[in-house]
């Protein structure tokens, strides 16, 4: 006989392990804005750690220069052939290109898993301040202008001088990962787990990205105090 304990344990799924994340290491990731200090910096990373990666500029030149001087198997093309050939796409534009990127973007970026590290900041001479982005956040803004894409919002909080320093093995630190659906923020996770010493943490959905981006301006300010470049860890996670 089947008692309501009986049904009640078949229909309740066991939890899943929030670390049990999927294989990437066959995704190509590519990276708009990659002749940047933040995009060369990540390609770098996730190149030596085996990943298939495309730089992507305005001109194909200087994508392809910037490739050949990372090496790794990086490969360099305009922001549009690369957003075609990825499977995920990381915008690493400047905050004030982006809405213009995205937009001249939308067919190829579709269906897309685009990942935005994007942080609307503003500079005066009490330092760095966070700017509101009409939409909310850059990561919004993305998802309003790529309707057709899995957008998500991660690699925010990373120093670029210390990604691109061949003499530093690992990253020290967390990467928080917001997004809508729970299989992309998985894949993103994945991603950042790839480099040693990073881990990936679920940290929300878009409509909290602007915090996430805003924190950059007081790791700006630790960073001037302390002469270094900080990261973040999430603890007891
Ligand atoms: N630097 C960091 O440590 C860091 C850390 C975390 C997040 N971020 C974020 O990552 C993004 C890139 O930062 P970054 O320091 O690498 O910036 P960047 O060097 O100033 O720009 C990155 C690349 O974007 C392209 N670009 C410049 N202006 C553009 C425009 N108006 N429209 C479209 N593309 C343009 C350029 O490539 P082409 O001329 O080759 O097209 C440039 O090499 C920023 O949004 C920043 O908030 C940076």
Redesign the pocket.
């Given at each position: 006989m089947t008692t309501s304990d009986d049904v009640k344990d078949v229909k309740k799924a066991p939890a899943k392990d929030p670390w049990d994340l999927p294989d990437v290491s066959g995704l190509v990731v590519g990276v708009l804005?990659g002749?940047?200090?933040?995009?060369r910096g990540l390609a770098y990373r996730l190149a030596k750690a085996g990943q298939k990666v495309i730089i992507g500029?305005?001109?194909a030149e200087?994508?392809r220069t910037a490739a050949e001087e990372l090496g790794l198997g990086i490969e360099g093309l305009d922001?549009a052939e690369c957003a075609r050939r990825s499977d995920i796409v990381i915008v690493?534009?400047?905050?004030?290109?982006h809405a213009?990127?995205l937009e001249a973007l939308r067919e190829e970026l579709a269906g897309k898993l685009v990942v935005d590290?994007?942080?609307p900041?503003g500079f005066d001479k009490q330092g760095a301040y966070a700017l509101k982005p009409e939409e909310g956040s850059a990561a919004q803004q993305a998802a309003a202008l790529l309707p057709d894409s899995r957008v998500t919002a991660a690699?925010?909080?990373?120093?670029?001088v210390l990604l691109s320093d061949p003499e530093i093995e690992e990253i020290d630190t967390d990467v928080m990962v917001l997004g809508e659906k729970r299989a992309d923020t998985d894949i993103v996770q994945a991603l950042a787990g790839r480099i040693p010493g990073m881990r990936g943490v679920f940290a929300g959905r878009l409509r909290n990205a602007h915090q996430v981006e805003s924190l950059?301006a007081n790791l700006i300010s630790v960073n001037r105090r302390h002469k270094a470049h900080a990261g973040l860890r999430v603890t007891d996670v």
């Open positions: 804005g002749t940047g200090d933040q995009g500029s305005r001109a200087r994508a922001n690493a534009v400047p905050w004030d290109g213009k990127t590290c994007v942080n900041l690699f925010h909080h990373l120093s670029a950059v």
